[in-house]
């Protein structure tokens, strides 16, 4: 589990009264960041993520899930 310092920043142009004005800034150990780097590049061979997955995925968007769903449906009707 890993510890933040959390403080809340005021949004310009916002009352400052309102607890709605302010967002909350969490800063992480630059430490805990490092190794959280390390480990994931460590790891990251022996994931295996499925073949329909397009978030979090390097060169996958919502643009790529559409045209794979489009493929599907158009191979659907020439059938």
């Known amino acids: 589990m890993e510890k933040a310092n959390v403080f809340m920043l005021p949004q310009p142009g916002k009352d400052l009264k309102e607890i709605k004005s302010y ?3 969490s800063l992480l150990s630059p ?6 780097r390390v480990i994931l590049e ?3 061979p022996k994931i295996q993520s499925s073949s329909s997955q397009h978030a979090f ?6 643009t ?9 449906i158009v191979g659907g009707l020439k059938m």
Not at 57 to 62: E, L, N, Q, V
């Open 31 to 36: 430490v805990a960041k490092v190794l959280e």
């Open 57 to 62: 995925k390097k060169a996958h968007s919502t």
């Open 64 to 72: 790529t899930a559409i045209i794979e769903v489009t493929n599907h």
């Open 42 to 44: 460590m790891i990251k």
């Open 23 to 25: 967002r909350q800034v």
